[in-house]
């Protein structure tokens, strides 16, 4: 059987359109070519599959039933295209990646470098952003994706969690809390804190900044603020200068060390989570499947 592509999308357009005149303006042959090829493929299939009529053209039984699966491949065929599209795009783009200050730790670096083994093409530009940038650069367009620490509070952005782990207190060195197993935060009550500086990216500017000072508190009780920054560098040396304590990832103790400061298990703080984030809707091969590399390194526990 000697069929291809032409004679399907010919025979397609004549069946649809009930007409040799109008198939033959749609698919920009002379109506001439169109019926040669339509009689091929007749001869190919061995059954007449269309007739000509009074009023133009039917399908005959034999027609009917090639016309589903005439559809069908010329679908599949279109999709196959599309597939090999987007993946030549991938294999050939650049991605712009967000990394909040506040999101390190190793799976970070481990999506990173799961992402450039899969991908080796794709020219990856990182761009950090400090503690008044939650969304690390998505809002303003300035990154494709990004890897946060919620709350993002902003819309038009999905985020993903890939990872959760645990907080520890951030105190001077010599305070008289800092050689404690663990705290809790009856424990630091009272005790004046450092404060992340109020996002200006277009999200919630305070939200993030009291997720980290645990705000809400029981009996709403406010948090004493002894200092403001805008990095966890500019944190931790108002920490060790005694400004205040703070609170931040289990991670940090082994990505952040500084000398001055010491990390203490916190026993009743809420875990923090990290995550990929992009805006929703983007289905550009080089974010999605960025996502897709992001969900496969993801921790198992946050399955189960």
């Known amino acids: 059987m000697n069929v291809e592509l032409r004679h399907l999308r010919y025979f ?22 169109l019926s040669t090829q339509i009689r091929q493929l007749e001869h190919s299939v061995g059954a007449q599959l269309l007739e000509r009529t009074s009023r133009g053209v039917r399908l005959t039984a034999a027609g009917e039933a090639f016309l589903d699966s005439a559809r069908d491949i010329m679908s599949a065929l279109d999709r196959g295209v599309s597939a090999a599209r987007n993946a030549a795009r991938v294999a050939a783009g650049r991605l712009s990646v967000g990394l909040s200050l506040a999101a390190s730790g190793e799976i970070r670096t481990t999506l990173l470098a799961a ?15 400090d503690l008044t940038q939650p969304a690390a650069g998505l809002l303003d367009h300035s990154t494709d994706v990004a890897l946060v620490r919620p709350p ?7 985020l993903e969690p890939l990872d959760e782990e645990s907080r520890v207190f951030v105190l001077p060195s010599d305070h008289e809390l800092a050689g404690r197993p663990q705290l809790t935060l009856a424990d630091v009550a009272g005790l004046p804190w450092i404060a992340a500086s109020p996002a200006v990216d277009g999200c919630a500017p305070m939200s993030w900044r ?3 000072l645990l705000v809400p508190r029981p009996g709403d009780a406010e948090p004493v603020i002894g200092g403001v920054a805008r990095t966890i560098e500019e944190m931790r040396e108002l920490i060790a200068a005694e400004r205040g304590i703070g609170l931040c990832p289990a991670s940090a103790e082994q990505f952040n060390p500084r000398p001055g ?44």
């Open 210 to 212: 009291d997720a980290w």
């Open 152 to 158: 993002v509070a902003a819309p038009g952005l999905t």
């Open 12 to 33: 397609v357009a004549v069946a649809e359109e009930a007409s040799f005149t109008s198939a033959a303006r749609r698919v920009h042959v002379t109506q001439q070519v």
């Open 115 to 129: 992402f450039q083994s899969a991908y080796p093409h794709v020219d990856i530009d990182l761009r950090s952003f």
């Open 261 to 304: 400061v010491t990390f203490v298990t916190s026993k009743d703080a809420p875990p923090a989570q990290i995550c990929v984030a992009w805006r929703t809707g983007d289905q550009r091969p080089e974010v999605q499947s960025f996502v897709a590399v992001a969900r496969a390194v993801a921790r198992p526990s946050r399955e189960e």
